[in-house]
Structure formats: C-alpha cells, structure tokens
C-alpha cells in the first residue's frame, strides 16, 4: 500500500525562517501551550509529505517505532542539526507540568499563576527599561553625566566573557509584597536548576530554548516570581512551535533516507552510469545495420538508471528499499562497544543535560567512523526498518521512480527508434 502518487518529502526548513515565521502576528496572549495554531499544524502535515502516523504528537508520546522514535529524535537533533535543547526542554516541561499537577490543591496555591497581564506588563518594563535616556533630553543628561543622578553604564558583555545569562534586576516594588519567596514555592529546587541552566547554556550549541534575549529574561523574571508552569507560557510556546514546524518536519525527511550519504552518492553514480550505458548502446545500435527492434534494448539501461537516480535524489537506496533496510547511523554503529552511546535512553524526559554540552566530538564512535574507508561505508550494517508509516513513505517514492522511469524510458527509446538506421558496420 502507498500514499498518493503526488506525495513530495517534506521541504527542508530553515530554523530562523521558522522562529520568523512563529514571531509574526504573535503576541503575549497568543503564547500558550495550547493554543489551536500549534495542534491546526497536525491537520495540515500530510500536505507536507508528514502523515499523521508520523506526527509529532505521536513521535513524543511513544507511539512510533525505529527509526522515528523520540530517541531517533533526540539522536537527529543532537548529531545532525546541533540543536537538542529545545526537544530537551520541550520533554522536561512536560514532566515538571505533569509531576505538579499531581500535588495537592494546598501544594499547588502556594506557586500563583503567572497571569498573561503580568507577562505582558513585564514585556513592557523591559522594553521601557532598555532605553532609560529616551525620556531625558540630551542637555538634560549631560547636565547630570557623572553625578549620583547621571544614567549608569551598563558594560556591554563581550563574547566569550562573563555571564550573558544572568537575571535581570527586577522591577523596583517599595510596596509589600504578598506573596511568598521563591524559596518556599513548590519545586523551587527544580527552578533554581533550570535558572542554573540557563546560565550555564552560553556556548554555541545551546541557542535553541535560549535564543531570544527578551524570552529569557522574561522567564527568569517570572521563575523569581512563582514557580507555576505558567511561568513558562512564552518560551513554550517558542519552543514547541520550532518543533513542530522546523525539527520535527526536518527529521522526517531524513529519517526517508535510507542509506548513508557514501551510499546515496554512489547510487546516484550507478544511476547515472546506466543512463550513459543506455545512450551508448541505442547510439550503437542506430549506426549499425541492425534491425529497428534491437534498439529496444537500451531500454533497460535507461529503466535502471533512471529509476536508480530518481530515487537516490531523494535520499533512497532502491537495493535497500527492496529489503525495507536502512543503513545504521555511525552512532548506532558502534552502541555495542560504546555505552554512552544509550545514555539518553536513561535521561530523555529530563532537563538534566541542558546546563552540560551535547558536543559529541569527543565520543569514540566518532573516530572509529572517520577511520572507516569509502568501501566499508557504502557497504555499512544495515537493520529492518520497523515503523510502518515510514516504510509505506517509502514505497511511494519507489513507485514514483519507477513509473517515472518508464515515462523517461518510452521517450528516450520512441526517439531512438525513429531515427534512420545508419548502417556503417
């Protein structure tokens, strides 16, 4: 069984193409986990090559099977596209919601919910507090430069230097404060890791959940204030919509591929080869004394290589497809001798990694792979492919080359056929 023969992967999207796209026409009030944009996209999946079999929801609740699990997920983000913080996040948040519902009502009173006024108050503190001279005419402030009145110097942090992640003074507030201190909220202990988190999330790789300057001082702010989920409304919201709009439809798309890149690359090598084979027996053929029919023949060059090129430009080794193998990934190569190569399977639906590097650069497989020739890579390990959706994806891409390949055939062949006979031997 295949989808329709009009299915197309899904396009490859650029991650600050998607982040613009989520700011636009987005406000304060629109930043809830729940919010129908983000649950209308699955409705709209299968238009871009994703089936609802495949869908994120599924992929995070466990209901798929290797190669598109959450772990497969984790592995795409952390060794492919450099940016496992935000599924990371994504996965704690839903733990930390989960394991605070589950107190009592006495338990959870004591966090008060973070209004979506108050976040839209603090939004625009900030935005007023990050020009403090816009109100001040210039003689007015160089009158008062350099006294007890004059506007303090804020030291711009350098890359690489100090500590851009450190909470930003809070609002002056001479009135008493009725709440209590963060210290006695429940799970302050899990705020005050992730504020640690947040700090120690300065090195290139951790630009995912902690992007947006604004965001980040907003949800710090907010976790000083109460440690209630929704104290994480906007950066969720952030968060989720890059998932589901950028990762998750970038991980289906490689997850198509079944083979390698040392392998895709050779196929469509072979593919072209047998295209080029084709030509030169039909140009053969044409300029000899042959009768008409045997020019049929190159049509079976034209058939495999077309169909070969077809489908290894989409990522697909028609060999292993034949099979329903894939190729195993250079960190799944190597898992048997490398246990932390398994080390997420222990930690997955918890934030413990995001203040630690997921560099990965220092981990053996990763010299063990590089040492591998050309040969040994094309010929890799390969393993069943066991999730069913992902499986009928590629059967439909399989059909396609090949009625594809009978198309380009038929012409190619019809040309041949009609050409005069050149009878030179």
Known sequence: MVYNLSYHRPPHVDRRASLASEKTGKSVGDSSLGDSTLRDSQDTAVNFGIPEALS?????????CPPCTTRDFMNYLIYIEHAAENLQFFLWYRDYTKRF???????QNLAPIWTIEQAEAQALAMKDSSNPMKTISPET??????????????NAVEPGKGNPFNTPPMTP??????????????????GSTLRSGFKASH??????????????????????????PTAFRQVIHTVEWTLRHQAHQNFIRWSICNGNRPRVIFARGLGVSCILFGILAAVLIVLSDAGRGW??????????GVSTLVAAWKGMCVVLHGMHHRHLRPW?????????????????????SVGSSNSYEDQPWVAKYQKRNILRKILDREVWIQEPALRQIQDTIFVQAILGSLLVTAVCVGIFVALPGGGFY
Not at 173 to 190: H, Q
Not at 333 to 352: C, I, Q, V
């Open 173 to 190: 507030d001479n009135g008493p404060r009725e709440s209590m201190a963060p210290s006695e909220y429940p799970w302050s202990d899990s």
């Open 101 to 107: 519902q589950q107190l009592s009502t006495n338990e």
């Open 141 to 154: 402030a160089a009158i008062f430069q350099g006294s007890d009145f004059g506007t303090p110097k804020i």
């Open 56 to 64: 994120f929801d599924r992929i995070i609740d466990g209901g798929t």
């Open 332 to 352: 799944e190569l190597f898992a048997e001798d490398d246990d932390a190569s398994s080390d997420f399977e222990m930690k997955k639906d918890s934030f413990d």
């Open 203 to 228: 090195d290139k790789k951790a630009a995912g959940a902690f992007e947006a300057a604004d965001e980040r001082a907003a949800l710090l702010h907010a976790l000083a204030v109460t440690t209630h």
């Open 295 to 304: 020019r049929v023949l190159s049509a079976i060059g034209f058939f495999l």
